[in-house]
Nanobody, 121 residues
Framework: QVQLVESGGGLVQPGGSLRLSCGAS????????MSWYRQAPGKQRELVAT???????NYADSVKGRFTISRNNAKRTVYLQMNDLKPEERAVYYC???????????????WGKGTQVTVSS
């Protein structure tokens, strides 16, 4: 089995920063694309940022210039540095990774359980 576990969420004031982490564990042969999504109350889940195994990145327009996604392949971990946070970015942030399973030799998407980010004064 494969598990993704997020950490780093919390309460921050507007304009503040947080760094989210997501570690993968289990029957992993390789990890392809890793992404961060978020879901605000009453809204659909949306893509925030993506990073390929080769470290190519892509961001939602709303976070460009403020958020940075990175990964450490050796640690099987993806990070999201979030700066200048806004109140409307209060949401549960989810990690997603496309992982090749070492037992089944198939690739599939996996999700973490999410970490809450609250931006409030």
């Amino acid at each position: 089995q494969v598990q993704l576990v997020e950490s780093g969420g919390g309460l921050v004031q507007p304009g503040g920063s947080l760094r989210l982490s997501c570690g993968a564990s289990g029957t992993i042969q390789s990890i392809n694309t890793m992404s961060w999504y978020r879901q605000a109350p009453g809204k659909q889940r949306e893509l925030v940022a993506t990073i390929t195994r080769g470290a190519s990145t892509n961001y939602a327009d709303s976070v460009k210039g403020r958020f940075t996604i990175s990964r450490n392949n050796a640690k099987r971990t993806v990070y999201l540095q979030m700066n200048d946070l806004k109140p409307e970015e209060r949401a549960v942030y989810y990690c997603n990774a496309n992982i090749r399973d070492i037992i089944r030799f198939t690739s599939s998407d996996h999700w973490g359980k999410g970490t809450q980010v609250t931006v409030s004064s």
